[in-house]
């Protein structure tokens, strides 16, 4: 089945900050991948996704691109603010529509 | 478009007394449901993914009689938490997969989750 690593957190940075969060996975097939946000007491919101190698996600300033040889999938934002303070989750999905994977998540907070 | 709306948002109950969380999807027809639970600060854990018209496909160590799924229709699925303990306070999320057969618009949506505290 797959599985997902994600960067450590929680991390913490100053508004304006250059933000990479890191997403690796391991699957069989060729998975499609995804970045979910969840603010405190919410479900989780569809940020960005890639269905095939090499395709770039973006949305809000957000961009992660699908990349097969490296099996990675890191989340980038040129310029974060306090608003994106949240928990970012980048599971992977079954190549038949089945269950995401989910790796254990990442911390942000943004200092202003 | 595919909105999953889930109820209640929160709720409080007795120890031993039973739950249910109602998840529908309300611009599509949501064949497959999974049910997670997140500790705090945790990431989600799937329970369960139920399937319409058919029984649910419980996750290793997950009760189903405790945990009990019913998928009746295609814009419908229920988790009710039975005789429940204080153990089984959580937030509880449900998620359906939409775009089916449409590989560019295909993804999963999330309802806005359960806090359910026994006390």
């Known amino acids: 089945g797959n599985s997902v690593t994600q960067m450590e957190g929680p991390v913490t940075l100053s508004e304006e900050a250059f933000l990479t969060i890191n997403c690796t996975y391991t699957a069989t097939g060729y998975p499609s991948l995804f970045w979910y946000v969840q603010y405190p007491g919410e479900g989780l919101q569809l940020l960005l996704k890639a269905t095939k190698a090499d395709d770039k996600g973006s949305n809000k300033g957000f961009e992660a691109t699908y990349r097969k040889e490296t099996t990675s999938f890191h989340l980038e934002k040129g310029s974060v603010q306090v608003s994106d303070s949240a928990v970012y989750f980048c599971p992977a999905g079954g190549t038949s529509y089945g269950k995401l994977t989910f790796g254990q998540g990442t911390i942000l907070t943004v200092h202003p | 478009g595919a909105v999953v709306s889930q109820h209640p948002s929160r709720v409080i109950c007795k120890s031993g007394t039973s739950v249910k969380i109602e998840c529908r999807s309300l611009d599509f027809q949501a064949t497959t449901m999974f049910w997670y639970r997140q500790f705090p600060k945790q990431s989600l854990m799937l329970m369960a993914t139920s399937n319409e018209g058919s029984k649910a496909t419980y996750e290793q160590g997950v009760e189903k009689d405790k945990f009990l799924i019913n998928h009746a229709s295609l814009t419908l699925s229920t988790l009710t938490v039975t005789s429940a303990h204080p153990e089984d306070s959580s937030f509880y999320i449900c998620?359906?997969?939409?775009?089916?057969?449409?590989?560019?618009?295909?993804?999963?949506?999330f309802g806005s989750g359960t806090r359910l505290t026994v006390v």
């Open positions: 998620s359906a997969h939409y775009g089916a057969g449409q590989p560019f618009n295909y993804g999963y949506t």
